[in-house]
T-cell receptor
């Protein structure tokens, strides 16, 4: 069983469209994240949710809206897509109420806006 | 705030060479430290971790020691292989911080 799974793996879409990326974790973790990785491989945190509550929103345009229907899911919806949104988006989860916890990552969604 | 600084790449080595990738951190608390590896086309995987000062994490021939006095967590491997070619990320998480902070990543190329 995949611990953190995200879909789709590839997404090609036109500018101005609205798209969603889904993420699910079966690890029982209480915290989920979305990271954006650019072409230089820099990883930047976008959002962090703890028990379905938004904890961190790191200067992300409000065209990006995360939704967490339950602890095991954190979806990312993007409105009015722009060329600069092209990147690989990673979902991750961890258990943040104890020390030495590590994050588990999904395989990534490569978004290409044309 | 907390941060992680790691050496810029790319790093290119011949097979069987000795590897060091430097990583230093700043943190207000007592963070856990990690090295993640990203193979081409894949997500990040935990390579090793250390949770307190002087702990040594090790996996697949890689090692890193948590040095509080120098706030460092350098990654080392005695003899690299072509299959070690990947991007390596140093990271920390501080209890109560609600996020894991990554360095910018170091791309490693191993030549046969």
């Amino acid at each position: 069983d995949t611990a953190v799974s995200q879909t789709p793996k590839y997404l090609v879409t036109q500018m101005g469209n609205d798209k969603s990326i889904k993420c699910e974790q079966n690890l029982g973790h209480d915290t989920m994240y979305w990271y954006k990785q650019d072409s230089k491989k820099f990883l930047k945190i976008m959002f962090s949710y703890n028990n379905k509550e938004l904890i961190i929103n790191e200067t992300v345009p409000n065209r990006f809206s995360p939704k967490s229907p339950d602890k095991a899911h954190l979806n990312l919806h993007i409105n009015s897509l722009e060329l600069g949104d092209s990147a690989v988006y990673f979902c991750a989860s961890s258990q943040m109420d104890r020390q030495n916890t590590e994050a588990f990552f999904g395989q990534g969604t490569r978004l290409t806006v044309v | 705030g907390d941060s992680v600084t790691q050496m810029e790449g790319p790093v290119t080595l011949s097979e069987e060479a000795f590897l060091t990738i430097n990583c230093t951190y700043t943190a207000t608390g007592y963070p856990s430290l990690f090295w993640y590896v990203q193979y081409p086309g894949e997500g990040l995987q935990l390579l090793l971790k250390a949770t307190k000062a002087d702990d040594k994490g090790s996996n697949k021939g890689f090692e890193a020691t948590y040095r509080k006095e120098t706030t460092s967590f350098h990654l080392e491997k005695g003899s690299v292989q072509v299959s070690d070619s990947a991007v390596y990320f140093c990271a920390l998480s501080d209890l109560g911080d609600d996020k894991i902070i990554f360095g910018k990543g170091t791309r490693l190329h191993i030549l046969p």
